[in-house]
């Protein structure tokens, strides 16, 4: 039988399991063998996998995270590593490896490409910030438990007369914060793509105020920064890919709302919650088509290409294309947004 391998490379995103299901019904289907590779790339490094059968997946389907684990491992952060992948793929007899990740994960696919192992990619983040497809899994439970979060900080804010400052993730790219704060009705939203002014930001509170409400909700993406200034990291440490650490803006901007308003400011970061638990049924039908369409490739010998949403078509393009720059926030849709803004 043919084998394929399948890993899950980068941050956990809801999805993952819908996808590793899919790519493994179809290979069952058609008579290939499943490889589960562990941790990303370092279970190829460490050679640390599994042959999956039906049983494996079964089950999995609305279940967070990854069941074959994650890691941002880069194998070409050393040399030996990069042979040990090589190796392992060769050991294992892999005819093809289907790689789920990010930016990170598919620019490491795309080299090993390059230098001749047969790879397909499928796009996975909470950001949604790979060039080439409409949208990746996971951006949709993202925006979905941030929206709920939202709605459910109008509340207290409303009960307490209070501002409340909600940071969500999305590294360097504002779809989270856009599409959740238009969904949950912020009053003021705020993306790496336009820097923060701050006397802006206070004017539309007190425009807002000025006709009778008593409270507003910020929502800013972990990646905004203020006019002349770096984005607020949480630390000095860069992880193997060189991507350092967002987040605390929203404490900044919390203090100043206060200070230069006087009202009182409430800040909460999001943080994870937004990658974990359950994946949305528009997840898990994305994630499925592009694990079915994946496996169709290795069949078909598309190799180099990732697969891709474009209006209601899943597509596949090279992922050369998909790496090659951050698809920022189309800023025709945070001027519908800033309709609703103060
Ligand atoms: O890329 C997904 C993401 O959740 C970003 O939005 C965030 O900046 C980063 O990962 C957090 O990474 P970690 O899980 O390493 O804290």
Sequence with gaps: MPKVGVLTGGGDCPGLNAVIRAVTRTAINNNWEVIGIKNGWRGLIDKDYQTFNLESVSGILPKGGTILGTSRTNPYKKEEDVEKVKITYKELNLEALIAIGGEDTLGVANRLFQEG????????????????TDYTFGFDTAVNIATECIDRLHTTAESHHRIIVVEVMGRH??????Y???????????IPEIPINIEEVCQLIEKRHSRGKTFSIIVVAEGAKFKNAKEVLKDQEVDEFGHV??????NILGKLIEERTGYETRVVVLGHIQRGG??????????????????????????GKMVALRGNQIIDVPLQEAVAELKTVDLKIYEIAKTFFG
């Design 117 to 132: 192992l047969n790879i397909v990619g499928v796009p996975k983040t909470i950001d949604n910030d790979l060039n080439a």
């Design 180 to 190: 959740s704060g238009l969904a949950g009705g912020a009053d003021v939203i705020l």
């Design 278 to 303: 359950t994946p949305t049924a528009f997840d898990r039908i994305l994630a499925t088509r592009y694990g079915v369409k994946a496996m169709k490739m290795v069949l078909e010998k598309k190799y």
């Design 173 to 178: 790219a504002g779809w989270i914060a856009v």
């Design 245 to 250: 650490k967002l987040g605390g803006v929203s």
